[in-house]
């Protein structure tokens, strides 16, 4: 399987951001608020940390790579 660089490897769905906005503000989200939380909620995450993280759990539980 070929991946390419720019290939997204995880991401957030709208469905996700309502599913919170329905439990933590008990309504959906409008469509500028989608957008608004969208483009802020990468602010709030340790990406390279959290690729940190997942590479040295992943490559401890399937050993080296020869």
């Not at 957030?12 to 989200?29: P, T």
């Not at 940190?52 to 401890?60: D, P």
Request: with cysteine.
């Amino acid at each position: 399987m070929k991946i390419a660089a720019d290939d997204a490897v995880y991401r957030l769905s709208v469905e996700d951001l309502q599913k919170v906005a329905k439990e933590v503000l008990e309504r959906e989200l409008t469509s500028e608020e989608i957008v608004a939380v969208g483009n802020a909620v990468g602010d709030y995450i340790d990406w390279f940390q959290a690729i940190e993280n997942a590479m040295h759990r992943c490559i401890r539980a399937s050993g080296p790579r020869s």
